[in-house]
């Protein structure tokens, strides 16, 4: 079975697990990944969630704060990033949209953009999101990241409209939650993605894991013949054939597959 | 090549070990099971719950909810309290032609009780403080100026009593007080209907909100 096969299979597998409530199973786990437990058929915890709980209020509650991180750890320890890529259901989603951007790519002014040297930096914005809104807003202030999250709207806010027809009515943060969901619908339409390269505060605490991750990509440099279309092929839009355990890859595997030298390859301990 | 090796194996099973300590020997998997999976986060989803009265977390004195609130609502339900006092035509009216035939109760007006109503398929406790009978637990008098949220002072006060996610991430107590009877022109049919309207809603944030409130 190819591998992009393979993935698809494991993405669908991973939606129907992450909405076993549905068939009333609900667990104290995490998600080691992107997903609202607002959504009526979620069966686990998003591990923002607990980690802005950890610190609300001036609290400090180190188990709700160490059980969404080792259990990302653990995961990331393993594969890396590979989670986005393989069991993330938005990840799963950004697959869906990435056709429409990938060819919104091949637009002039898109490929200015995407040439623009500051474009690296903007992926640090999630890093700041991870330690601006889900810790120190909910420390000093009020919840934040989860109040606005677009995510919790698309998996939380509409299917309980629907599920329970007239029992709930917006809140004060429907506003601004309602643009920021409109962006991302943008964002992922328009930048292959988009929410993972630049947003995703899940990605921000794997991504460091890549580095000693057991499972990896690796390039052959000595057999690489440059010609570039691992890098064309990568959703994330890395330089692969350039790339050390970068840690914005999602380990999917186009790199590997699409290689007509097949020189990246995945690597294991 | 091996120094990375070793790397990845130690923090491999610094994890792995510290992760299997946390879900074995701490109450964490309990805790996120009950507190974030099986309630209902509505600041996630950015909504709030449509119910026909206004409803609160915040009591009216700032004191914290009675012992007795708290027991009934861990292991019994949402919770209709009628403070009644003598004297009062009011408090008569609403027992005589609400309270006793609607939810099939007999009792004496004069004493204070607690009971477990079933009854139109509403299931919920029904709580008759009568602040004159001497034999009235303290604890239960004083709940009025807990729940007194206009600070009326009037008679007689229905406070329904449920709980609810309280946008802190806690499930909490959530109650709304009605005093007399109601509004101006509402009649019996209406006032049957508020209190039906407002003990399903109850019940159902009761069910939902429950496995958070326990822990």
């Known amino acids: 079975m190819r591998l992009q096969i393979k993935r698809l299979w494991s993405q669908i597998i991973f939606v129907i697990g992450t909405n076993l409530a549905a068939l009333g199973i609900k667990t104290g786990f995490c998600y080691p990944f992107f997903y609202c437990?607002?959504?009526?058929?979620?069966?686990?915890?998003?591990?923002?969630?607990?980690?802005?709980?950890?610190?609300?209020?001036?609290?400090?509650?180190?188990?709700?704060?160490?059980?969404?991180?080792?259990?990302?750890?653990?995961?990331?320890?393993?594969?890396?990033?590979?989670?986005?890529?393989?069991?993330?259901?938005?990840?799963?989603?950004?697959?869906?949209?990435?056709?429409?951007?990938?060819?919104?790519?091949?637009?002039?002014?898109?490929?200015?953009?995407?040439q623009l040297?500051?474009?690296?930096?903007?992926?640090?914005?999630?890093?700041i999101l991870l330690i601006g809104l889900v810790v120190v807003t909910p420390y000093f202030i009020n919840f934040m990241f989860t109040d606005v999250c677009p995510v919790g709207m698309l998996v939380g806010t509409y299917p309980l409209l629907i599920v329970y027809p007239g029992k709930f009515i917006p809140n004060q943060f429907y506003?601004?939650?309602?643009?920021?969901?409109?962006?991302?619908?943008?964002?992922?339409?328009?930048?292959?993605?988009?929410?993972?390269?630049?947003?995703?505060?899940?990605?921000?605490?794997?991504?460091?894991?890549?580095?000693?991750?057991?499972?990896?990509?690796?390039?052959?440099?000595d057999e690489c013949i440059h010609c570039n279309i691992c890098s064309t092929v990568c959703p994330m839009g890395i330089d692969v054939p350039n790339m050390n355990r970068d840690p914005e890859c999602i380990l999917c595997g186009k790199c590997v597959e699409k290689c007509p030298k097949n020189v990246v390859r995945f690597e294991r301990i | 090549?091996?120094?990375?090796?070793?790397?990845?194996?130690?923090?491999?099973?610094?994890?792995?070990?510290?992760?299997g300590g946390m879900?074995?020997?701490?109450?964490?998997?309990?805790?996120?099971?009950?507190?974030?999976?099986?309630?209902?986060?509505?600041?996630?989803?950015?909504?709030?719950?449509?119910l026909p009265?206004?409803?609160?977390?915040?009591?009216?004195?700032?004191?914290?909810?009675?012992?007795?609130?708290?027991?009934?609502?861990?292991?019994?339900?949402?919770?209709?309290?009628?403070?009644?006092?003598?004297?009062c035509a009011a408090c008569e009216d609403m027992i005589n032609n609400i309270i006793k035939p609607y939810f099939n109760l007999q009792f004496d007006k004069t004493i204070s009780f607690d009971r477990d109503v079933e009854a139109h398929g509403l299931n919920f406790t029904y709580v008759y403080i009568y602040i004159d009978d001497p034999a009235t637990p303290q604890e239960r008098i004083?709940?009025?100026?807990?729940?007194?949220?206009?600070?009326?002072?009037?008679?007689?006060?229905?406070?329904?009593?449920?709980?609810?996610?309280?946008?802190?991430?806690?499930?909490?107590?959530?109650?709304a007080s009605l005093y007399g009877k109601f509004?101006?022109?509402?009649?019996?049919?209406k006032m049957t209907k508020t209190f039906t309207e407002l003990i399903k809603n109850s019940e159902e944030l009761w069910n939902r909100n429950l496995p958070g409130f326990e822990k």
Request: glycine residues 6%; charged residues 20%.
């Open chain 1, 117 to 127: 040297r500051i474009e690296p930096f903007f992926r640090y914005i999630k890093y």
């Open chain 1, 175 to 221: 506003i601004y939650a309602l643009v920021i969901f409109i962006l991302f619908i943008i964002l992922i339409f328009i930048i292959e993605r988009g929410w993972c390269r630049y947003f995703c505060p899940i990605g921000a605490i794997l991504a460091p894991f890549n580095k000693v991750s057991l499972i990896k990509v690796s390039v052959n440099k």
């Open chain 2, 142 to 175: 004083d709940s009025y100026d807990v729940y007194d949220v206009e600070h009326i002072r009037g008679f007689p006060m229905f406070t329904i009593i449920t709980i609810e996610y309280d946008h802190s991430g806690k499930i909490k107590p959530f109650f």
């Open chain 1, 37 to 114: 437990h607002a959504c009526p058929a979620a069966s686990g915890a998003c591990p923002l969630r607990a980690i802005e709980k950890s610190f609300y209020d001036h609290s400090f509650d180190w188990k709700l704060l160490l059980y969404p991180v080792l259990l990302l750890g653990f995961v990331g320890s393993i594969s890396g990033r590979a989670v986005c890529g393989w069991a993330c259901p938005i990840g799963f989603l950004q697959r869906g949209t990435g056709n429409i951007a990938r060819k919104i790519r091949k637009n002039p002014i898109a490929t200015k953009i995407g």
């Open chain 2, 23 to 50: 879900l074995a020997f701490t109450d964490i998997y309990d805790d996120v099971q009950s507190g974030i999976v099986e309630t209902i986060c509505l600041s996630c989803a950015k909504l709030d719950t449509n």
């Open chain 2, 1 to 19: 090549m091996e120094k990375i090796l070793v790397i990845q194996v130690i923090v491999f099973l610094l994890i792995a070990g510290s992760l």
């Open chain 2, 53 to 87: 009265v206004e409803f609160t977390f915040k009591t009216a004195n700032g004191k914290p909810h009675p012992d007795f609130i708290i027991d009934i609502l861990k292991t019994r339900g949402p919770i209709l309290i009628q403070f009644g006092e003598k004297a």
């Open chain 2, 183 to 189: 509004e101006p022109n509402d009649n019996y049919e």
